[in-house]
């Protein structure tokens, strides 16, 4: 009996051990079955827990852009719109003075020269070759006469500021500006219509 007691020992420690190792390996397999089934549930609720809920995106339209009333600044490269030149307007002619209407007191026809000297005029106004002047014998300083070249029709009216001529036939005396007015220097001596204005 004594002989075969170490067999039996080491027969009840593998029977011993083999029974270990499957408690354990039984274990160790319903850890991993129950804990994997419960983790991943776990792991999922926490992560919907976690993340918010998600909304689906709104859609938004972009603005359009109000149209400009003036034109952007070119950006580099580009060409420049044509700025509009200015349009002329065309001036309005100006209207004419108006003439002076004159009424005729009295008129006649005579002789009439010119002249260019004088140092002091019969009305104590010093004389004057370019103003449109005349002499007369008997009319009142400052009348208005209309005087007209019969050779050609041209006239002219002067204001009377001295006295003469006194030579017979003759009864204006033209200032060197009048008488070139009626296109008279060339004869020094014209045949002219006289008329006596006053103003209306």
Same mark, same amino acid.
Do not use: W
């Given at each position: 009996?004594?002989?075969?007691?170490?067999?039996?020992? *080491? #027969?009840?420690?593998?029977?011993?051990?083999?029974?270990?190792?499957?408690? *354990?390996?039984?274990?160790?397999?319903?850890? *991993?079955?129950?804990?994997?089934?419960?983790?991943?549930?776990?792991?999922?609720?926490?992560?919907?827990?976690?993340?918010?809920?998600?909304?689906?995106?709104?859609?938004?339209?972009?603005?359009?852009?109000?149209?400009?009333?003036?034109?952007?600044?070119?950006?580099?490269?580009?060409?420049?719109?044509?700025?509009?030149?200015?349009?002329?307007?065309?001036?309005?002619?100006?209207?004419?003075?108006?003439?002076?209407? @004159?009424?005729?007191?009295?008129?006649? $026809?005579?002789?009439?020269?010119?002249?260019?000297?004088?140092?002091?005029?019969? $009305?104590?106004?010093?004389? %004057?070759? !370019?103003?449109?002047?005349?002499?007369?014998?008997?009319?009142?300083?400052?009348?208005?006469?209309?005087?007209? %070249?019969? !050779? %050609?029709?041209?006239?002219?009216?002067? #204001?009377?500021?001295?006295?003469?001529?006194?030579?017979?036939?003759?009864?204006?005396?033209? $200032?060197?500006?009048?008488?070139?007015?009626?296109?008279?220097?060339?004869?020094?001596?014209?045949?002219?219509? @006289?008329?006596?204005? $006053?103003?209306?």
């Amino acid at each position: 009996m004594g002989k075969h007691r170490p067999k039996f020992r *080491l #027969r009840t420690i593998l029977v011993a051990s083999g029974v270990a190792v499957a408690v *354990l390996a039984a274990g160790a397999a319903a850890l *991993l079955m129950g804990g994997g089934s419960g983790g991943s549930a776990d792991a999922a609720q926490a992560r919907q827990t976690a993340a918010p809920p998600t909304q689906p995106p709104t859609s938004r339209t972009p603005l359009a852009d109000q149209p400009r009333t003036t034109p952007g600044r070119a950006s580099r490269g580009e060409t420049r719109p044509p700025v509009p030149k200015p349009v002329k307007t065309t001036d309005a002619p100006k209207p004419k003075p108006k003439k002076r209407a @004159y009424t005729v007191l009295s008129s006649g $026809s005579c002789e009439a020269s010119s002249y260019g000297e004088g140092q002091e005029t019969a $009305s104590g106004e010093p004389f %004057n070759p !370019n103003a449109l002047t005349a002499a007369h014998k008997t009319l009142p300083f400052g009348s208005r006469v209309r005087v007209t %070249n019969k !050779n %050609n029709g041209e006239s002219v009216i002067v #204001r009377i500021n001295d006295r003469g001529p006194y030579v017979g036939g003759r009864c204006l005396d033209l $200032s060197t500006a009048a008488m070139k007015q009626v296109d008279g220097m060339g004869a020094g001596v014209i045949p002219v219509r @006289y008329e006596v204005l $006053s103003r209306a």
